[in-house]
Antibody
Framework: QVTLKESGPALVKPTQTLTLTCTISGLSLRTTDWRMSWVRQSPGKALEWLARIEWNDNAIYSSFLRTRLRISKDTSRDQVVLTMTNMDPVDTGTYYC????????WGQGILVTVSS | DIQMTQSPSTLSASVGDTVTITCRAS???????LAWFQQKPGHAPKLLIFGASKLETGVPSRFSGSVSGTEFTLTINGLQPDDFATYYCQDYNLYSPWTFGPGTKVDI
């Protein structure tokens, strides 16, 4: 069974950079045929796919947020890291780490609030 | 990125009803890369269907998916109390960014 757990700050100030870490259990990132994504959801709003990284180091980003995002992996720690620069209050929401396609495993999500 | 639209945005239904949710893509793409998710308040989404029509393991057979051109459909035959939720389609083209639709809320 694969479990995903997001960690990071609950509160960031506008213009700061957000760094979120997803720690993966039950799956070694040294294996192949996996894709890890970050998905966010602002309060009361729809799901928004942000980025994914694949076993072959391929990283793909949302066209709308591409310039602010970076996704990376640490195979030695089985972690996936997302950084988002220049945070704004509209970026407030729950950020999910997700293994999907194949499979669909979601972390519990981490609520990030952007406020001064 | 491909843009996804869903209709309706909200759907009022009763237990036992058959409901249909439609998802349209802004451009043609392979139907093998269309998924449907169910989300209940306070919970992470759950995968229902992938490849436009393939039922995820453990999902009740009252859920089904179909495709016609750029129009994808999620049908729930015999709505159950547990099915009142928000449903999202997702394009997951393996060579492009992914996109979720705006969601359809099914309520009483």
């Amino acid at each position: 069974q694969v479990t995903l757990k997001e960690s990071g700050p609950a509160l960031v100030k506008p213009t700061q950079t957000l760094t979120l870490t997803c720690t993966i259990s039950g799956l070694s990132l040294r294996t192949t045929d996996w894709r890890m994504s970050w998905v966010r959801q602002s309060p009361g709003k729809a799901l928004e796919w942000l980025a994914r990284i694949e076993w072959n180091d391929n990283a793909i980003y949302s066209s709308f947020l591409r310039t602010r995002l970076r996704i990376s992996k640490d195979t030695s720690r089985d972690q996936v890291v997302l950084t988002m620069t220049n945070m704004d209050p509209v970026d407030t929401g729950t950020y999910y780490c997700v293994r999907m396609h194949p499979y669909s495993d979601w972390g519990q999500g981490i609520l990030v609030t952007v406020s001064s | 990125d491909i843009q996804m639209t869903q209709s309706p945005s909200t759907l009022s239904a009763s237990v036992g009803d058959t409901v249909t949710i439609t998802c349209r893509a802004s451009q043609t793409f392979s139907h093998i890369w269309l998924a449907w998710f169910q989300q209940k308040p306070g919970h992470a989404p759950k995968l229902l269907i992938f490849g436009a029509s393939k039922l995820e393991t453990g999902v009740p057979s009252r859920f089904s998916g179909s495709v016609s051109g750029t129009e994808f459909t999620l049908t729930i035959n015999g709505l159950q109390p547990d099915d009142f939720a928000t449903y999202y389609c997702q394009d997951y083209n393996l060579y492009s960014p992914w996109t979720f639709g705006p969601g359809t809320k099914v309520d009483i």
